[in-house]
């Protein structure tokens, strides 16, 4: 695309939390940056490009509070299935607050990667200012998945070839699978190993999660399945209402087998992929996974659940099982810790760069314009 672009992209936690909506927002606008494009990023933290705005936080205060409570109910996960949108005071305060500050400054396009809120904001502002807007859907198939595309984005982007089916099905509009990127520089096997923790210490193979301490990340069953081996250890990162079960857990079954790191700096995550020898992924479901993009770059084989997604994720970087048999989730583990993967891991993450993720974005965008 010969012509610059002005961008504003819509991501409420974006300066203060970095998960994966915040991610793509922070490798996205940097490659368009690169690219002489100008981006705005809206969002309630506070840093470089961010146009902060004020609302309820979810690592402080009532948010914090109201999160952990619907997290525990699973009030957020129902309603985003079955309902359509979520029942986050943190995404609506944001909302509230965009609406009544936003001002047209030139901007090409309107980007949302804040769930049901956002794109609603965008619909509202297309009609008020004539922007046409992107929608980046970060989530799993649920009736919020159709009614952000009920909106009519003008390019609607989903991660994977399965999602874009169901909403094709669903919605019959011109929907668009643009898969996440990793950055091939940063995530590489050429890191030192992070001895820092005491991970050198540990048995080797050495078992890598680094999924969410909640229940749908199901990382108590990683924990039984590396109990059931004879050798082996287990690293475990992150944190969520779950830690203390989980590390209760781990410390009966693996005891002196496992290492709790809790939430390790961002730049300490491609040696801590290459201290490890499996990275292991039990959740319920996953679109297209940073956390396994991450791994694979750095030629670490994956583990995780057997679905059409991870299918087409880690294609020949891994092993796919059906982790609630934990009998054969263990045997596999083994077998990927045994088997040598050469370049496997790695030249499957290369088909998945943020290079091409943005020509995708840019393509589509010259399409609309």
């Known amino acids: 695309m010969d012509k610059k672009l002005k961008i504003a992209m819509i991501t409420p936690h974006y300066g203060y939390i970095n998960r994966g909506a915040e991610m793509f927002t922070k490798h996205v606008s940097d490659l368009l940056i690169k690219r002489g494009h100008a981006v705005d990023i809206y969002g309630m933290g506070h840093g470089e490009c961010i146009r902060h705005v004020e609302g309820m936080r979810i690592d402080e205060g009532v948010g914090k509070v109201w ?34 500050t936003f001002k047209n400054e030139g901007y090409d396009f309107l980007w949302n990667n804040g769930e049901m809120s956002g794109a609603l904001f965008c619909y509202k502002a ?4 004539g922007i046409p807007f992107v929608c980046t859907f ?11 595309g ?62 969410a301490l909640t229940p749908q990340k199901r990382v108590e069953l990683i924990v039984e399945a590396i109990s059931r081996l004879k050798r082996g250890s287990l690293v475990i990162t992150q944190t969520g209402h ?35 020898d499996v990275y292991v992924n039990a959740s319920r479901s996953e679109g297209h996974s940073l956390a396994i993009l991450e791994a694979l770059a750095c030629n670490l084989p994956v583990v995780t659940h057997n679905d059409a997604n991870r299918q087409w994720s880690i294609g020949g970087g891994g092993l796919l099982v059906d982790v609630t048999n934990t009998d054969k989730f263990a045997n596999t583990l083994e077998r990927a810790s045994q088997i040598d993967w050469g370049n496997k891991t ?6 998945f760069s943020w290079d091409r993720c943005v020509d995708s974005y840019l393509k589509a965008m010259e399409e609309v314009r």
């Open 150 to 211: 009920l909106l009519k984005p003008n390019i609607y982007a989903v991660l994977t070839p399965k999602y874009k089916t169901f909403l094709q099905n669903k919605i019959k509009r011109n929907i668009k699978c643009i898969p996440n990127g990793v950055d091939l520089e940063r995530y590489n096997p050429r890191h030192k190993s992070l001895n820092k923790y005491g991970i050198d210490n540990l048995e080797h193979p050495i078992f890598l999660s680094t999924s």
């Open 242 to 276: 779950q830690k203390k079960k989980i590390l209760a857990l781990a410390e009966k079954k693996l005891r002196g087998r496992f290492k709790y790191l809790g939430v390790i700096p961002i730049e300490e995550l491609p040696s801590l992929y290459n201290s490890c």
């Open 126 to 129: 297309r009609k008020k200012y």
């Open 138 to 148: 970060h989530g799993n198939e649920s009736m919020m998945m159709i009614t952000e």
């Open 67 to 100: 999160k952990s409570i619907v997290s525990k109910m699973y009030l957020d996960a129902f309603f985003k299935k079955f309902i359509g949108f979520e029942v986050s005071l943190t995404h609506w305060s944001y909302f509230l607050s965009l609406s009544h």
């Open 346 to 351: 790695r030249k499957q993450a290369e088909k």
